[in-house]
């Protein structure tokens, strides 16, 4: 089992930066591959970001490409999201996600390819 805790999320203005935090806890000595996702209201949850087991491999949803970035610290179980220039579309709630990793350098992507889940933390960003 994989405990994920996410932090970091709260309310902004368009235009303004906000970190989210994912610390991982339980079985994480076996490498992980992580991502982040989001679902706003009314909508299905969609990838954000994913990252690789090793981190040396990404994969951005088209929506945040070249806004947020992804990346992770695994001497301290964590992975980051890096969120730039946000949007009123960004206003959702932001799930980290944690899985097995067949190959330490492929993100992986699907939402239903996730087997562990954090509680999610709101974003909202008022325009």
């Known amino acids: 089992q994989v405990q994920l805790v996410e932090s970091g999320g709260g309310l902004v203005q368009a235009g303004d930066s906000l970190r989210l935090s994912c610390a991982a806890s339980?079985?994480?000595?076996?490498?992980?591959?992580m991502g982040w996702f989001r679902q706003a209201a009314g909508k299905e949850r969609e990838l954000v970001a994913s990252i690789s087991w090793s981190g040396g491999s990404t994969n951005y949803g088209d929506s945040v490409k070249g806004r947020f970035t992804i990346s992770r610290d695994n001497a301290k179980n964590t992975a980051y999201l890096e969120m730039n220039s946000l949007k009123a579309e960004d206003t959702a709630v932001y799930y980290c996600a944690a899985t097995a990793a067949l190959y330490i350098g492929v993100p992986i992507i699907r939402v239903d390819a996730y087997k562990y889940w954090g509680q999610g933390t709101q974003v909202t960003v008022s325009s």
């Open positions: 339980g079985r994480t000595s076996r490498g992980v591959a």
